[in-house]
C-alpha cells in the first residue's frame, strides 16, 4: 500500500527566503506525482505535475523534481513571499485510472 | 475555462435528511472522484468512476452512494446523513489518457455540517 509522508508538518519562515518542502512515498512504482497549494478552507490548486518518466518541472518560482529509485520529491520555492503561506500537498498516482494517495501536507507560513 | 463545479458550497442539514452534492467537469476527463478531507486523516477516496456507468469503492464508500449516466457529471448522494460524515469534501477529475497527462483538477469543495 502507498504511502506519502510529507515532513515536517509546518514550516515558518522569513520572507525572502529560498526553501525545500519534502515529499517521500513507499512504492517508487508510480504515474505522476503533482503538487498542490491549499489556502485555508479552500479548495486544491495544481501547482506542478511530474510525469514518472520526467525529473522536473518548473514554473514561475516553484521547482519541483522527482527522484523515483529513492521514493522522493522536492518542491522548490525561490524567494518566498507572504503570498506563499498556505498548505502544500504531495500526491502520487499508481496508474492512468488509479486515486491519488495523499500526504497530510506542510503548513508554510512566509512572515512579512 | 476547464474547470469542475461542485455545488453547494456551504451546506448544513439534519440527520437522516438526504441530500444530493452535484459534480460537473467541461475537460471531457474519462476519470472522476470523490474525496473528503478531515483534520489529522488528510484527504481519503470515497468513490471513483472511470467512465460513464461505471463506478467502484474508494476507501471509505460506507454511507455515501454515487452515480454516473452522462461523462461530465458525478454526483455524490447521502441517502441518510449522520453527524460524522460531517466534512470538507471535493470532487476531482482526470484524463486517463497519456497524451493528456493525467493531472487531476479539484473543485473549489463543498463544506457539509450535519446536526
Known amino acids: 500500500k502507498q504511502e506519502v509522508t510529507q515532513i515536517p508538518a509546518a514550516l515558518s519562515v522569513p520572507e525572502g527566503e529560498n526553501l525545500v518542502l519534502n515529499c517521500s512515498f513507499t512504492d517508487s512504482a508510480i504515474y505522476n506525482l503533482q503538487w498542490f497549494r491549499q489556502d485555508p478552507g479552500k479548495g486544491l490548486t495544481s501547482l506542478l505535475l511530474?510525469?514518472?518518466?520526467?525529473r522536473e518541472q518548473t514554473s514561475g518560482r516553484l521547482n519541483a523534481s522527482l527522484d523515483k529509485s529513492s521514493g522522493r520529491s522536492t518542491l522548490y520555492i525561490a524567494a518566498s513571499q507572504p503570498g506563499d503561506s498556505a498548505t502544500y500537498l504531495c500526491a502520487v498516482k499508481a496508474g492512468a485510472n488509479s486515486k491519488l494517495t495523499f500526504g497530510k501536507g506542510i503548513t508554510l507560513s512566509v512572515r512579512p | 475555462e476547464a474547470q469542475v463545479t461542485q455545488n453547494p458550497r456551504y451546506l448544513i442539514t439534519v440527520t437522516g435528511k438526504k441530500l444530493t452534492v452535484t459534480c460537473s467537469q467541461n475537460m471531457n476527463h474519462e476519470y472522476m472522484s470523490w474525496y473528503r478531507q478531515d483534520p489529522g486523516l488528510g484527504l481519503r477516496q470515497i468513490y471513483y468512476s472511470m467512465n460513464v456507468e461505471v463506478t467502484d469503492k474508494g476507501d471509505v464508500p460506507e454511507g455515501y452512494k454515487v452515480s454516473r449516466k452522462e461523462k461530465r457529471n458525478f454526483p455524490l448522494i447521502l441517502e441518510s446523513p449522520s453527524p460524522n460524515q460531517t466534512s470538507l469534501y471535493f470532487c476531482?477529475?482526470?484524463?486517463?489518457?497519456?497524451?493528456?497527462?493525467?493531472?487531476?483538477?479539484f473543485g473549489s469543495g463543498t463544506r457539509l455540517t450535519v446536526v
Open positions: 476531482a477529475s482526470s484524463s486517463n489518457l497519456r497524451n493528456r497527462g493525467g493531472g487531476y483538477t
Open positions: 511530474i510525469q514518472s518518466s520526467q
